[in-house]
């Protein structure tokens, strides 16, 4: 069932505590959209914000794909792989649902520096390298809060130059053969080059101490708002694995659709991530780039039925690091291989023929006019992982996209050989990222 109205999902009573701590086994933040720190959403129609989001969208999958392009021609691998941990503690935050232009959808507010300043940053499961913006500004661009001032951090420390530190990272240099100084380039033109640091950032009231940072003096692109991105790939320098020995080298979240409920989105880190009621598929390895969670997809059934042509073939991953499927928090819309997203596309409208069409917006092709409707039924669309059937919700796949009761098949075809799950995919499933158990979980009932 699908109802053109409100829906909204509960979200877990996640505790925090008062005074500030460096072995806090909990740490809470909210996630927000872009949507909401975005200047161009103050005065804009739903429409117009959903194009916006679209937009963002198409250069968000070029960024991947490029990134995907640029691996497997040059062969760039990298390792990640920690000890087992000693003991693992628990934090979470709350997401904020991120508009910026290819920067990704979510955002956190995170202290940085001692005494903690608090930011504006991009959770990112497509990249690695945390960085945030810093005085003095070769060029900066507009962000919502002041530019972090290293020098006004107590705990604020230049990474050597030769250092196991810097040589983690694919693209590096030297300053007076001294400072560690890094790069980082996004596929859509975007780039980041600064400073390679460690520093302690805040979630909350919980420290997490020495973590890789880059202060970027040289920011250009489409981070809008944001003051720096937080990576929670699979690399070696990325978030969840730097802090591996303390939290595990597992995170959850649970993304919200903002524009039906006032319920925050959050993100977990640490041992409570890990839902007991979900489905889990193994993580699959990119042997030539090892950012990306890439799960094993072999059909998908629509109305009950198992679609004819769409076989694990269409979406393999090649020894080359080519084709696959990645579970993305930063993409919106789900991506498919274009022979899939076909064969997808005309069981659903089959599915749904009685129905009343409605002309195609943006990138969707198949759009229904649901207005004066209060509820209709539309074909059940679950995707078949491997060890793991998800069956989504109707307000997953059809999503309204005007205030005039337009709903579109919010999925689409791409002619890369990557295919993406997106995050409108994901609302309200509370998704774990386990990497200690290397595994992708899904649980329906997670966030409530």
Not at 106 to 130: H, Q
Request: proline share 5%; hydrophobic share 35%.
């Amino acid at each position: 069932m699908v109802t053109p109205q409100s829906l909204s999902w509960t979200t877990p009573v996640i505790p925090t505590s008062d005074s500030e701590s460096d072995s806090e086994t909990t740490l809470s933040v909210d996630l927000h959209h872009v949507d909401n720190l975005s200047p161009a959403a103050l005065n804009s129609t739903p429409e117009a914000l959903f194009k916006l989001r679209l937009q963002r969208d198409g250069v968000r999958v070029l960024t991947l794909t490029n990134m995907v392009a640029v691996n497997t021609q040059t062969n760039v691998s990298g390792g990640g792989r920690h000890a087992r941990p000693r003991r693992a503690g628990d934090f979470s935050s709350s997401v904020t649902s991120g508009l910026a232009q290819g920067s990704g959808e979510y955002f956190t507010r995170l202290g940085i520096g001692t005494p903690a300043k608090y930011f504006y940053m991009v959770l990112d499961t497509g990249s690695d390298v945390a960085w945030i913006q810093c005085l003095p500004c070769q060029k900066c661009y507009t962000q919502a809060d002041r530019v972090f001032d290293p020098a006004k951090s107590s705990t604020f420390s230049s990474v050597a130059c030769g250092s196991p530190l810097c040589r983690r990272l694919d693209s590096s240099g030297c300053r007076n053969r001294k400072k560690c100084l890094y790069q980082v380039s996004y596929g859509d033109g975007s780039f980041t080059v600064g400073e390679f640091s460690t520093e302690t950032l805040t979630f909350r009231r919980t420290r997490v101490k020495n973590v890789a940072l880059g202060c970027g003096h040289d920011n250009e692109g489409l981070f809008i708002g944001a003051a720096g991105l937080l990576g929670l790939g699979r690399g070696k320098l990325s978030f969840p694995i730097q802090t591996g020995r303390r939290f595990g080298r597992k995170f959850s979240y649970c993304l919200v659709d903002r524009s039906a409920s006032s319920k925050p989105s959050w993100i977990i880190f640490g041992q409570s991530s890990v839902s007991r009621n979900g489905v889990f598929t193994p993580l699959l390895t990119n042997p030539k780039l090892d950012t990306f969670y890439y799960v094993g997809l072999n059909g998908i059934s629509v109305g009950g039925v198992r679609v004819p042509g769409i076989t694990a073939s269409l979406f393999r991953l090649d020894r080359n690091g080519n084709g696959g499927v990645i579970v993305d928090s930063g993409t919106s819309v789900t991506r498919l291989t274009q022979p899939a997203y076909i064969a997808l596309r005309n069981a659903f409208r089959t599915g749904a023929s009685n129905l009343k069409r409605a002309p195609d917006f943006s990138l969707f092709d198949t759009c229904f006019d649901l207005s004066g409707k209060t509820v209709v039924k539309v074909p059940m669309v679950v995707l078949h992982f491997t060890n793991a059937d998800v069956s989504l919700p109707a307000s997953n796949y059809l999503i309204p996209v005007d205030t005039d009761g337009r709903f579109c098949f919010a999925f689409a075809g791409t002619t890369s050989g990557l295919s993406i799950i997106g995050n409108i995919q994901q609302q309200g499933f509370r998704v774990v990222f386990d990497l200690e158990s290397s595994r992708v979980g899904f649980s329906p009932r997670g966030c409530a």
